[in-house]
């Protein structure tokens, strides 16, 4: 899912939400830079080696942790398994129409689309979430300021063998996809998906074609999203899993 679908998530469950927590809830698509792999934070095994390390070595960072927890309960239940069933919410949402128009418009082969199909998905979730609760886009980006960015780049870094310059400079560029683009708008959400594309798929996107993605994406998700974040809010099952 897509930042404010996190947040939001994080912030019912916990009554004690901090910082850290809210940064936690979205760290884990750290990987969207590629500083570190999409395995590091989503897997089950590398997520406790991770959190093993974390409070040996920097237990100022715990609450980071319960973030990254919040992130994988949501992610395994939009990828994998949703309701009892099999896949998840978004790639059970992804309709062959949408995995054509996603091809089409991102210019990537067929599984990439169905990929990016479930990713226009998450981005139609997270743009009704954002629009029923404004609040959340300034709660990330005030959580942004309030962490210690050079700490957690070095905690980072030490752990993934990086140097903190590097990922200083991906966290920064990461955080700048939160507060940079407007995600209440069909206009800056297509700035961002043609930004991401960019980056990480290394393609040029037709923005006409990546409107009508998320024109489909919204209308989609219109009527199951509220379910699929209460459903994920009921099941309060954190439990670490590969998502």
Not at 101 to 115: D, F, G, H, N, S
Not at 167 to 176: A, G, K
Request: aromatic fraction near 10%; charge should be positive; proline fraction near 2%.
């Amino acid at each position: 899912m897509f930042f404010h679908t996190h947040v939001y998530y994080a912030k019912k469950v916990d009554k004690n939400l901090d910082a850290l927590k809210v940064i936690g809830s979205i760290i884990p698509d750290l990987a969207g830079t590629s500083i570190i792999t999409w395995d590091h934070l989503h897997k089950k095994k590398d997520i406790l080696n991770f959190s093993s390390y974390v409070k040996k070595s920097y237990p100022d960072f715990a609450s980071l942790l319960k973030g990254i927890n919040y992130h994988n309960t949501v992610d395994y239940l939009s990828h994998l398994r949703y309701k009892n069933s099999t896949p998840g919410y978004a790639y059970a949402s992804s309709t062959v129409e949408l995995i054509t128009l996603t091809q089409k418009a991102y210019r990537v082969t067929p599984e990439r689309a169905r990929i990016s199909a479930h990713n226009n998905i998450e981005c139609g979730v997270d743009y009704h979430i954002l629009n029923d609760h404004p609040e959340l886009s300034k709660l990330i980006k005030d959580s942004i300021k309030k962490i210690d960015m050079e700490g957690l780049a070095k905690l980072m870094a030490q752990y993934y063998k990086r140097s903190e310059r590097e990922v200083l400079d991906s966290l920064n560029i990461f955080f700048s996809v939160a507060t940079d683009y407007d995600f209440r708008t069909i206009d800056g959400l297509v700035e961002l998906l043609v930004a991401l594309n960019k980056m990480y798929l290394k393609t040029d996107s037709d923005k006409k074609l990546t409107r009508k993605v998320l024109e489909l994406s919204f209308r989609i998700t219109e009527d199951t999203y509220r379910e699929f974040i209460e459903t994920s809010i009921a099941v309060r099952n954190t439990e670490i899993k590969d998502c």
